[in-house]
């Protein structure tokens, strides 16, 4: 089982890894399409990446961590993410086995497995970064199939946590997905938009921590439900978590 969860725009800085190396990345088959980004933005003088990012000068900062993308120190990608759907996930008291349950969408780099040694960058799913011939495709384009085979070819259910900007670089057909809504007073159903990241962090860290692996919704619902969660099955792969 594999739980791919969406990045986050903020991210830890520093690390004590070595400097980025493309062959130590999980899903090798999105190399060369990591390494054209990288080449790309890498190309851009500070303030038309500044633009293309769409940065305020209070963010400058990503620009200069972005050009020194190369020879930055890296940490591993499930620390590099922050934010509230990785404070509920609480990735630092899981073990080692329920960590490699677990990998991250990215723009840079496609899908990136929770150990991979990554560094600090800033680049997002909607961003349409410029090519040397002077198009600016957007992300999806970039990706093109590339990460929806990589997915696809894992041997086991992928359960499918990533935003709908990060879905778009790479969908899964049958990965299962879920949404979170709330039930109202009035008994209707609210889908839940600023508590959502939390909501799926907590359920991504009880699936990373089952004593076993699901091979459908039903087994996610299980799982989820051992826990005291409240998740609904609405057919084939989708999954309500209702809070």
């Known amino acids: 089982m594999l739980i791919v969860l969406p990045p986050s725009e903020t991210k830890a800085f520093g690390g004590d890894g070595p400097a ?18 990288a080449g790309d933005l890498l190309a851009l003088p500070p303030e038309e990446m500044q633009s293309a990012l769409g940065l305020s ?16 120190p890296t940490m591993p990608a499930i620390h590099r993410y922050t934010g509230v759907l990785y ?25 990136v497995g929770a150990g991979d040694p990554i560094p600090h960058y800033r680049l997002s ?8 011939d002077g198009a600016t495709p ?15 070819d894992f041997d086991g259910l992928v359960v499918d946590l990533r935003s709908g900007a990060y879905q778009q670089l790479g969908k899964v057909p049958a990965a299962v997905t879920v949404r979170v809504e709330s039930v109202q007073e009035d008994g209707s159903r609210k889908v839940v938009s600023h508590f ?9 860290r009880v699936l990373a921590q089952a004593d ?9 619902a299980e799982i989820a439900r051992g826990t005291g969660l409240t998740v609904e099955e609405n057919g084939g792969t989708e999954l309500t978590l209702v809070v």
């Open 57 to 72: 000068d209070r963010l400058f900062h990503e620009v200069e961590a972005n050009l020194a993308l190369p020879d930055s």
């Open 87 to 111: 404070d509920a996930l609480d990735a630092a008291t899981l073990h080692d086995a329920a960590l490699s349950r677990l990998a991250v969408g990215s723009a840079l780099f496609g899908v």
């Open 20 to 37: 980025l190396s493309w062959d130590r990345l999980s899903f090798p088959g999105l190399t060369d399409v990591r390494r054209r980004i």
């Open 212 to 220: 076993r692996d699901a091979a459908d919704a039903s087994g996610v």
């Open 125 to 132: 799913g909607g961003t349409k970064l410029p090519t040397s």
């Open 138 to 152: 957007t992300m999806k384009a970039r990706w093109g199939r590339t990460i929806t085979e990589a997915l696809s």
């Open 196 to 204: 959502n990241k939390h909501y799926k962090g907590k359920l991504a």
